[in-house]
């Protein structure tokens, strides 16, 4: 806006100021006020918010500002040279199988859509629950988090993965044992290279008791692993996991988009069934804003690479990959596993499902100094949807049912839409869906998707010289 | 099982690794439901990783030698010696049982473990006890640096010297030295010895076998300065 607007004043005709007279006399021209885009309101506001506290602002949800995205990609469909299937008439089959590369019992979900690890403690027990039910309608897989397993999840999940942390809360063998699968968490998209964050109002005297830790403290855990470091002992720690665990659970190994070619070799050559890829627009319940928007790689960027590990290897869908990062819709799904994912991950838009943000909470939003649709303070436990809390009452306000269901109506929705778009393309199976089915509307998605920009054969970095 | 020769109800179930794999070791372990074959004796470890992990019946096992990352890893029950060094993570996620190293351990023993004993008749490494959650820890030598790096709750007992910065980011475990402390970590402080501590501590010493009264040693504890966010606070980070 600011820069269209400088432009046309330059190209104005009449040098020097311009003077306007009328009977009163002449008329001066106000500058109008104008905001910087280095200094935009935002920035002053938080340069004012720092100075004022002398704490950086620490907020929950993943990057708030644009990054080359999905939305960058389109489909072509079907043409003379490809027919496509007949909606509602011929299959397009949705299944994954998890873990067939080690594991002896591999996890076998109905659509590939799975709930991401969010941590009891993080949300509610009954937003716990809610996940639990939602998924498991649907025939999908949901996972713990940083504070341990729940009975709460347990109980409402058909098919729960463990997460090992850094932290190792909660963390006990009878959990690792009731567990379909294992998540030796190496790193989070919203803050790769960091640990957890759980401030005090929303350590509970429950969410104490399993973490093993006072009441009411700001709790830092850890960014590395306590009795790893390095790709060598990781391969000894999944050893370790399998020899507990009767080597029947898969063992996944998530990492935060940051060298995803290596880190993918690497969980690979450490013994993983499953490598998940978290993209820096994934969310958080809470982290430094500073980390959220400046540290990884966009999971547009991130996935050919982790692909190509995966290709080099001999592995790709042998070692299945997950993604996630802002996942929203079924496109967004469909042009993840076209780029070469077996599936994706979900958190923020399952927690938006729940209930999340919703607008029915309007007024108290308001009085949080924010209003529905930009509500991240998921950190402070004051969520007026009750998914974010640990305070009774307000955690009541969730209904587990209702929001299981709104979970698994939008889990449907997502495999419809991802589908539809298989279908056009004229796959039986959304893992048939493939680059060659994608062009890309900027240079930047398509340099980073590696398909060619939309119209031309070109692919900025391939095809050199033709 | 083959490989698993018991003699005779008073001698042990002997195992040897040099004649089997550690995946049957594991399988026969951990399917004990502690009524009979109550002793092992395992012979041949020769530093093999994860080896007598997550056994669940209170059986006592004697590995004959030096193990490798990760022995006795969640143990819940079982009283585990170990006759010579043990690798990193020893004992890592105890639950509750006996580990008993005879000779030195490496990094990270007894990490997050959240019950049991970890006796270390030796030095251990770096990161002794790091994130514990309620084990006890008793090493007769000294231990290396970072150790109880955010230990959160047990009781850590070293009989020798402590390296750099004991103790850093601790929550409530109680810490006791009676050697020399190379430094302290962040939010790391002496505290006086209470009645509770001798208590605890005396406890200890006489469970592990070591020769040395309370009144030798010093206790450290969280100060509490970093439970919660304050800018004040920012140079501890
Ligand atoms: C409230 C919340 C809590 C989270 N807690 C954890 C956690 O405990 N462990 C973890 O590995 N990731 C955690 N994450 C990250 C998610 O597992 C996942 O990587 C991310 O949400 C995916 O991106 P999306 O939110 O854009 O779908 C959390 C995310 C949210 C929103």
């Given at each position: 806006m600011a820069r269209r607007a400088d432009c046309t004043t330059s190209t104005l005709?009449?040098?020097g100021p311009i003077e306007m007279t009328d009977s009163a006399g002449p008329r001066i021209p106000r500058t109008l006020p104008r905001f910087s885009a280095t200094f935009d309101p935002h920035t002053i506001a938080e340069i004012q918010r720092a100075a004022a506290t002398g704490i950086y602002d620490i907020r929950g949800s993943g990057t708030k500002r644009k990054l080359p995205?999905?939305?960058?990609l389109l489909f072509l469909g079907a043409s003379v040279s490809r027919y496509p299937l007949e909606g509602y008439r011929e299959r397009c089959g949705t299944e994954v199988v998890l873990?067939?590369?080690?594991?002896?019992k591999p996890i076998t979900l109905k659509i590939p859509v799975t709930i991401a690890g969010m941590s009891f403690g993080a949300l509610s027990g009954n937003a716990k629950e809610a996940l639990g039910r939602g998924a498991s309608a649907v025939g999908t897989s949901t996972t713990t988090g940083d504070g341990g397993m729940t009975e709460e999840e347990r109980g409402h999940s058909q098919t729960l993965v463990y997460q090992v942390l850094?932290?190792?809360?909660?963390?006990n063998l009878r959990d690792l044992r009731r567990a379909d699968a294992i998540e030796v968490v190496?790193?989070?998209?919203?803050?790769?290279g960091g640990g957890g964050m759980l401030l005090g109002q929303k350590i509970s005297p429950r969410v104490a008791a399993m973490r093993n830790l006072p009441e009411g403290i700001d709790q830092r855990s850890s960014c590395?692993?306590?009795?790893w470091t390095g790709p060598d002992d990781l391969e000894i720690k999944i050893l370790e996991l399998r020899e507990l665990t009767n080597w029947e659970k898969p063992i996944y190994v998530k990492v935060g988009a940051s060298r995803p070619y290596y880190d993918t070799a690497l969980a690979i050559k450490a013994g993983a069934d499953v490598v998940v890829l978290d993209g820096m627009q994934g969310g958080t319940a809470a982290t430094q804003e500073v980390f959220i928007e400046h540290v990884g790689l966009p999971i547009l960027s991130a996935i050919r690479p982790a692909v190509q590990a995966l290709q080099d290897l001999g592995q790709h869908r042998k070692v299945q990959l997950i993604v996630s990062g802002g996942i929203r819709t079924g496109a967004d799904v469909a042009k993840a596993m076209a780029l070469g994912a077996d599936a994706v991950a979900i958190g923020t838009a399952a927690l938006i499902a729940l209930g999340?943000?919703?607008?029915?909470?309007e007024e108290e939003y308001q009085k949080l100094g924010t209003t529905a649709g930009a509500y991240?303070?998921?950190?402070?436990?004051?969520d007026p949807a009750g998914i974010?809390?640990?305070d009774a009452a307000l955690a009541a306000r969730l209904d587990p049912v209702k929001a299981g269901r709104r979970l698994a109506n939008y889990l449907s929705v997502l495999t419809l839409e991802a589908q539809t778009i298989a279908r056009a393309c004229g796959?039986?199976?959304?893992?048939?869906?493939?680059?060659?089915?994608l062009v890309a509307l900027t240079i930047e998605a398509a340099a980073m998707a590696?398909?060619?920009l939309a119209g031309t054969d070109w692919i900025p970095g391939k095809n050199k010289g033709e | 099982m083959s490989t698993a020769v018991k003699?005779?109800?008073?001698t042990p179930v002997v195992f040897d690794l040099a004649n089997a794999s550690l995946r049957e070791l594991n399988v026969a372990l951990q399917g004990l439901?502690?009524?009979?074959?109550?002793a092992w004796s395992i012979l041949?470890?020769?530093?093999?990783?994860?080896?007598?992990?997550?056994?669940?019946?209170?059986v006592s096992l004697s590995i004959e030698g030096h193990v490798g990352y990760y022995?006795?890893?969640?143990?819940?029950g079982a009283s585990i010696t170990i006759t010579g060094n043990a690798g990193p993570g020893?004992?890592?996620?105890?639950?509750s049982g006996l580990v008993h190293v005879l000779g030195d351990a490496s990094q990270?023993?007894?990490?997050?473990?959240?019950g049991g004993l970890l006796i270390i008749e030796g030095n251990a490494s770096g990161r002794?006890?790091?994130?514990?959650?309620?084990i006890d820890i008793v090493v007769k030598g000294s231990v290396g640096h970072?150790?109880?790096?955010?230990?959160?709750?047990g009781n850590f007992v070293i009989l020798g010297d402590a390296g750099e910065a004991?103790?850093?980011?601790?929550?409530e475990a109680r810490i006791f030295v009676r050697g020399e402390v190379a430094s302290l970590g962040a939010d790391c402080e002496e505290k006086a010895m209470t009645e509770e501590d001798r208590i605890i501590l005396r406890n200890l010493l006489k469970k592990s076998g070591?020769?040395?009264?309370?009144?030798?040693f010093k206790r450290y504890g969280s100060a509490?300065?970093?439970?919660h966010f304050h800018v004040d606070n920012a140079g501890a980070y």
């Open positions: 005709i009449t040098p995205h999905f939305d960058d873990g067939t590369r080690f594991a002896k850094p932290s190792r809360y909660g963390m190496v790193g989070q998209g919203a803050k790769p590395r692993h306590p009795d999340d943000n919703a607008p029915e909470w991240d303070d998921w950190h402070e436990g004051r974010t809390t640990q796959k039986s199976h959304l893992h048939n869906l493939e680059p060659e089915d590696q398909v060619p | 003699l005779s109800d008073s439901d502690g009524l009979g074959q109550s041949n470890p020769r530093g093999a990783h994860a080896l007598a992990v997550g056994i669940t019946a209170a022995c006795a890893g969640m143990n819940d020893v004992a890592e996620n105890m639950m990270a023993a007894g990490a997050t473990a959240h002794c006890g790091i994130s514990m959650k309620g970072m150790s109880a790096f955010m230990a959160q709750s004991l103790g850093d980011c601790l929550y070591a020769k040395a009264e309370p009144a030798e509490r300065r970093l439970y």
